[in-house]
Every structure is written in structure tokens, then in C-alpha cells.
């Protein structure tokens, strides 16, 4: 069973740069297929799919945030990252790392594991 588990700084100022980590237990990063986003959901607002490394190492992110937006892993540790800049207020959210073999990678509908979801709120 795939476990994934977010972790970050919880608060952040506006402009700042966000690092978020998911580490992943229980399978590999690396296995055949699979794919892992980041999905974030906004006080009072869906879910909204930032982003995703794929098992080969490809990424792909949302045309809205991608001028922003960093995923990249590490094989070793078996962990993937994010990293967006220039935060703002708005960017406050639950951001969760999830995994699986979506049929539309965008689509939120289509990972079958998720972490918990780490809080980042963007306050001064």
C-alpha cells in the first residue's frame, strides 16, 4: 500500500518561495506508470490539480501556475518535492501529494493514493 506523507512550513509571507516535501512509503517513485501531483483545495473552493512528476522523471504542470511551479524528486529518498515562488494570499491552501495511474493526469478523479494534505497559509 502506497503511503504519501506532506510536509512544510506551514506559513509563509507573500513573494516568499514555497518547499513543500511528500515522502513516499510502500512503493517506489520510480514504479512503471505511476504518476504524482500535487493538488491543492482553497478554503471554500475545489480541488485544483498543480502539477505532477511522472515515473520517468517528465513533468507537466497546469498552464496557470506554471510559470511559478517546481516538481522534482529524488530516487534515492523516495521523495518528491514542490517548490512555487511568489506566493500570494490566494495561494493559501491544503496542499496534498497523490499518486497513482490516472488516465488524465490533470484530474484529480484519478489518484487512488493521497497524504493527509499539509497546510500552507501566505500571511505577512
Known amino acids: 500500500q502506497v503511503q504519501l506523507q506532506e510536509s512544510g512550513p506551514g506559513l509563509v509571507k507573500p513573494s516568499q518561495t514555497l518547499s513543500l516535501t511528500c515522502t513516499v512509503s510502500g512503493g517506489s517513485i520510480t514504479t512503471n506508470y505511476y504518476a504524482w501531483s500535487w493538488i491543492r483545495q482553497s478554503p471554500g473552493k475545489g480541488l485544483e490539480w498543480m502539477g505532477v512528476?511522472?515515473?520517468?522523471?517528465?513533468?507537466y504542470y497546469s498552464p496557470s501556475l506554471k510559470s511559478r511551479t517546481s516538481i522534482s524528486r529524488d530516487s534515492d529518498k523516495n521523495t518528491v518535492y514542490l517548490q512555487m515562488n511568489s506566493l500570494k494570499p490566494e495561494d493559501t491552501a491544503l496542499y496534498y501529494c497523490?499518486?497513482?495511474?490516472?488516465?488524465?493526469?490533470?484530474?484529480?478523479?484519478?489518484?487512488?493514493?493521497w497524504g493527509q494534505g499539509t497546510q500552507v497559509t501566505v500571511s505577512s
Open positions: 512528476i511522472r515515473y520517468d522523471g517528465s513533468t
Open positions: 497523490a499518486a497513482g495511474r490516472p488516465q488524465d493526469i490533470s484530474s484529480s478523479d484519478y489518484y487512488a493514493y
